[in-house]
């Protein structure tokens, strides 16, 4: 009697350390989920944060130059696209209303070459045509003047953790265009807009654009899509894609 007892109770006890390993297990697997989940929320929230100073902080600089230096549609800027245009631009009438920590110029050796990657896992290097620097907060930007007899525009590409993982686009490397003129769309001028800007959240997500941002695209209207879902990284947003790139 006592021999059966026995083996019962030490049945009993495998039983219950074989369901006690198995929980931990559960517990472990959820635990892992949801702190991917809270690190992927955290990381975007942060990605949010960064993009909304970079608008501040270029929205701010545009609006003080004009403020010293009239209506940007009378400055002296040159026409075409070109290494020299875009540097003088940028330091006669931008420069002088923003904090760096290095100035670049045209250079593209050492810290100021720049390569990333595009959404689609493309490599890519900023040529010459960008005059870049780095603000004081460690952001890395480019900018770009194009002028012709329709339209003045200024193009940012902003990296707004710097050279620091990961520069994808689309994870933290976002462009900006500024409307010095635009005869085909007058409502454009005077604003800091996402690249991309014009057009709908489903065609921003689309395959039809070699800009749109889809994980089969370059991601460069990627900031369009943020700002038209009221500054959020939503569900259809390819967050995980951008990070897959340079896995």
């Known amino acids: 009697m006592n021999n059966t007892k026995n083996k019962l109770q030490r049945i009993k006890k495998g039983n219950t350390l074989s ?33 909304k100073k970079m608008y501040s902080t270029f929205s701010n600089a545009m609006t003080a130059s004009i403020s010293k230096n009239g209506a940007p549609d009378d400055w002296d800027i040159e026409e075409g696209l070109s290494e020299r245009g875009s540097y003088l631009l940028f330091e006669q009438y931008i420069k002088p209303f923003l904090v760096l920590s290095r100035d670049c110029k045209t250079s593209t050796v050492d ?30 930007v480019a900018i770009q003047s194009s002028v012709d007899d329709n339209y003045k525009v200024i193009y ?57 941002c889809n994980k ?22 390819p967050w995980a894609q951008a990070r897959y790139v340079v896995q």
């Open 19 to 51: 369901e006690t390993l198995i929980a931990l297990v559960i517990v472990g697997v959820i635990f892992t989920i949801s702190m991917g989940t809270i690190v992927a929320d955290y990381n975007k929230n942060q990605t949010v944060v960064r993009l």
């Open 111 to 140: 810290q100021c070459n720049y390569t990333f990657k595009e959404l689609d896992g493309t490599e890519k290097a900023l040529n010459s045509k960008w005059t870049r620097f780095f603000l004081n907060d460690g952001a890395f």
């Open 156 to 212: 940012f590409y902003v990296d707004t953790n710097g050279k620091k993982r990961l520069n994808v686009v689309a994870r933290d490397i976002f462009m900006f265009e500024y409307w010095i003129r635009n005869n085909e769309h007058p409502e454009y001028e005077g604003k800091l807009l996402p690249y991309g800007h014009e057009y709908t959240r489903e065609q921003l997500m689309s395959d039809s654009n070699p800009n749109n």
């Open 216 to 237: 089969t695209k370059n991601g460069n209207y990627c900031a369009a899509l943020i700002i038209n879902d009221n500054w959020q990284i939503i569900t259809g947003y």
